[in-house]
């Protein structure tokens, strides 16, 4: 199925590794243009330099971090730079440190608003004119299931991107008649560096940790990459264009709530 995406813009958050590469790859398989950030320099260039020669796209890497209040508007100015226009935004930067409630100062606190709430509220601001301009424009959120099903020692997570997805909801009624969609990913357990993160958190193995949440999991696996970036591929495509303000769920049946 040929999702109309050749010569699109997207930028990708986190896009070194991880499910943001996993979404940049699917993207520039489909035949988008890319800028692709991230923090760290080596990965960030390794990834682009081998999704530009695999898909035969533009990749443009941009060493940021969107903690930072300044930074996004240097990416999407790249974007404007290198391609002239841009159509998809893909917001999605890791998760702050797990850990019990009380063990946070305001300091962790403040980090995990940057990371997860105001990283996407500036992106937003600094993509919402040229996504106008595009006529048919994409806002992609990636957050996780513990913010919908709220798991001990997440509450960083939990609580910023519960947030988000208040704003996005809102965003979605406010820019719907501009032609733009806007939508939140919740993944489940997807076989990560940050999944390895929680398997070491506990006492036990992390090959038993491992073994007991594919026990939790309906369909009986760890979800991959893959499993997020094609569902992204299809929401930021014209195929997708009629579903907005949604958080949807990719966890292999973990949620167990009806809504």
């Excluded at 980090?111 to 993509?127: D, P, T, W």
């Amino acid at each position: 199925m040929d999702l109309e995406l050749k010569g699109k813009v997207a930028i990708v958050g986190g896009g070194s590794m991880g499910i943001g590469y996993g979404i940049a790859s699917r993207l520039a398989a489909e035949g988008a243009d890319l800028v692709i950030f991230a923090r760290r320099i080596p990965k960030l260039e390794a990834a682009a330099a081998e999704l530009s020669a695999k898909h035969g796209v533009r990749v443009i890497p941009v060493s940021a971090d969107i903690r930072n209040q300044d930074e996004s508007g240097r990416i999407v100015q790249t974007a404007l730079d290198h391609f002239g226009k841009l159509d998809i935004l893909v917001n999605n930067d890791g998760a702050p440190p797990l850990g019990a409630i009380d063990s946070f100062d305001d300091v962790a606190w403040q980090k995990a608003i940057e990371q997860n709430l105001f990283s996407v509220i500036r992106m937003v601001r600094s993509a919402l004119p040229h996504l106008k301009a595009s006529g048919s424009g994409s806002i992609l959120n990636i957050s996780a299931i513990s913010a919908i099903q709220p798991i001990a020692g997440f509450a960083l997570s939990v609580a910023t991107w519960s947030g988000l997805m208040g704003y996005a909801k809102t965003l979605s009624l406010e820019i719907a008649q501009h032609g733009i969609n806007v939508n939140t990913i919740c993944p489940g357990y997807i076989d990560t560096d940050r999944l390895q993160k929680v398997f070491a958190a506990g006492t036990e193995s992390p090959e038993s940790v491992r073994a007991k949440l594919i026990t939790e999991i309906p369909l009986g696996r760890i979800g991959t990459p893959a499993d997020i970036a094609n569902l992204v591929a299809l929401l930021v495509s014209p195929a997708g264009s009629y579903i907005t303000g949604c958080t949807i769920p990719v966890d292999g049946g973990l949620l167990r709530a009806l809504r």
